[in-house]
């Protein structure tokens, strides 16, 4: 849900013409992000969480994680599954009910960065090989809206993916026995997600809600630890040139770095 | 039905499976205006896959608080046929389907102008009765027919087409087998005149280099495919005219 078209156009102009001088309603550079906050263990019960702001936004992400059985064609290993709630508390325009399609695509925009990247060793979590596995269960509960909730997810979920504990267990005749202590959960990989909005031929980095309301599209492009592209997913109803894409391609190189440095800490 | 997986997707001398060369389309048939009830209508065969696009209006929205009193409301709903893959696929839609079906109607509305018919719905659906890999490019393809074909102004016809990585080769227009296995697969959707890139996802692995390349392979594929999709909508005409004549002539 957008505001009224005649507040979108007035707005639209506003930031345009800021935009064409080189600046950001809210006094950022074109590509800086706002503040980034990362808070983990924020959930006693989940295996692995994590709080994050990114400026007003916050989003949670919380694991759990259970067996399950393995998909058919790769039996030895464990399985992944990404859930985003928009919940109506977070914002005047989320409604309660079964997941929208923005609440799908933030799902799996963050689904396919952690998975492309390989970032979680699934091979690792086969309990038995076809019919046991553990399954990793990442849920993004978004609690309040104020613009680029894909970044800040993927964020919130590598941080708690990084933060999760698992029992340590042994397998008995097929079952498995927990053993005291706990084992981190093995992570190899640690994507970060760069979203760009495009207003008026102008790429910017991190929009917050008044440019996300104005945007005419949008770019997220996820990167490996190695610099490697491993997702990208665009939106909105404007368009892109090939040049805005190779060159938002070398920002988000250079911003994924920095931002890694704050989940992965070491 | 189920078929044995080969070994190797890329043999010697660079040809896939199918005889393809790295950077070769698969050979697409399209046909524009062949539904009888909707205002536009297109179809495709490329490689094994076989999609039909429908389109209805701009007619009124229903139900009617989703109108949008400055524009058209574009709705897109893209869907798999139970038949369509080796697997049973629930004819409930998806996750998959229904991230599809934003992003295709996202890649679909910048070429409408949808500013001309405000208060009304344009409504796409594309159905997939057999699909082969790249199902969304060939879907973009054949929607964008429909729309011209339902006499919608457009800006220009919108054209996708995916490239990617195969065992470490570059590759266009990837089928199932190639996906599956491959390091990256890569779909565009470009509107040719206006540079334009409608639809862009990835996933996969690729390194900046090769990612600038992957692009260019797909705007290279598209701009094939916008040749066959032209002629396609024209030839649709060629035989309205030709039985004008016959009409005429009698």
């Given at each position: 849900m957008t505001p009224p078209p005649i507040v979108v156009r007035v707005k639209q102009k506003r930031?345009?013409?800021?935009l064409s001088s080189g600046k950001r309603l809210d006094g950022r550079g074109l590509t800086d992000y706002r503040g980034i906050?990362?808070?983990?263990?924020v959930i006693e019960r989940a295996e692995g969480s994590a709080r994050v702001r990114l400026g007003k936004t916050e989003v949670m992400a919380g694991i759990k994680i259970e067996t399950g059985e393995p998909f058919s064609d790769v039996p030895n290993e464990g399985v992944l599954t990404v859930n985003a709630e928009l919940v109506p508390l977070a914002s005047p325009t989320f409604e309660p009910g079964p997941p929208d399609e923005n609440s799908i695509e933030l799902a799996r925009i963050v689904d396919r960065g952690v998975r492309e990247s390989k970032a979680i060793e699934l091979e690792k979590l086969c309990i038995e090989p076809g019919k046991k596995v553990f399954v990793v269960f990442v849920d993004v509960y978004v609690l309040n809206h104020d613009g680029n909730l894909i970044d800040a997810s993927g964020i919130a979920a590598l941080a708690a993916l990084l933060n999760t504990k698992?029992?340590?267990y042994e397998i008995e005749e097929g079952e498995i026995k927990i053993k005291p202590g706990y084992t981190s959960l093995p992570i190899r990989n640690y994507p970060i997600a760069v979203t760009f909005a495009k207003i008026n031929d102008k790429l910017i980095a991190d929009?917050?809600?008044e440019e996300e309301q104005?945007?005419?599209?949008?770019l997220t492009m996820t990167l490996d630890k190695d610099g490697k592209i491993c997702a990208i997913q665009k939106g909105g109803y404007g368009y892109f040139t090939t040049q805005q894409i190779v060159e938002a391609a070398k920002i988000a190189r250079e911003k994924t770095e920095e931002l890694r440095k704050i989940v992965v800490k070491g | 039905m189920l078929q044995k997986k080969p070994e190797k997707l890329i043999g010697k001398d660079d040809i896939r499976i199918d005889g393809r060369k790295l950077n070769e389309l698969r050979p697409a048939k399209i046909e524009v205006g062949i539904l009888g009830n909707a205002d536009g209508s297109a179809y495709i065969e490329q490689g094994k896959n076989k999609i039909l696009a429908a389109v209805y209006g701009p007619k009124e929205v229903h139900p009617r608080h989703l109108a949008l009193p400055d524009r058209a409301v574009l709705r897109c709903r893209y869907h798999m046929a139970p038949f369509s893959v080796d697997e049973r696929k629930s004819p409930a839609p998806s996750r998959r389907e229904i991230e599809l079906s934003k992003v295709i109607r996202e890649a679909l509305e910048p070429s409408i102008f949808v500013e001309y018919y405000p208060r009304t719905s344009i409504d796409i659906f594309i159905e997939v009765l057999q699909?082969?890999?790249g199902t969304r490019c060939a879907g973009i393809t054949t929607a964008s027919l429909a729309l011209a074909d339902a006499g919608i102004p457009m800006r220009d016809l919108v054209v996708a087409c995916a490239a990617g990585k195969v065992e470490g080769r570059l590759v266009l227009d990837l089928m199932d087998a190639e996906d599956k296995v491959g390091e990256a697969d890569l779909p565009l959707a470009l509107m040719p005149n206006l540079n334009a890139v409608t639809l862009l996802q990835m996933d996969g692995s690729l390194?900046?280099?090769?990612?600038?390349?992957?692009?260019?392979l797909a705007v290279e594929g598209c701009k094939q495919l916008y040749t066959l999709q032209k002629e396609a909508l024209k030839s649709k005409y060629v035989t309205v005219k030709e039985a004008v004549k016959e009409v005429v002539e009698e």
């Open positions: 930031i345009a013409e800021l906050q990362v808070e983990v263990g698992m029992f340590k929009p917050w809600l104005v945007m005419d599209a949008r | 699909a082969d890999g390194t900046i280099e090769e990612f600038e390349k992957v692009i260019n």
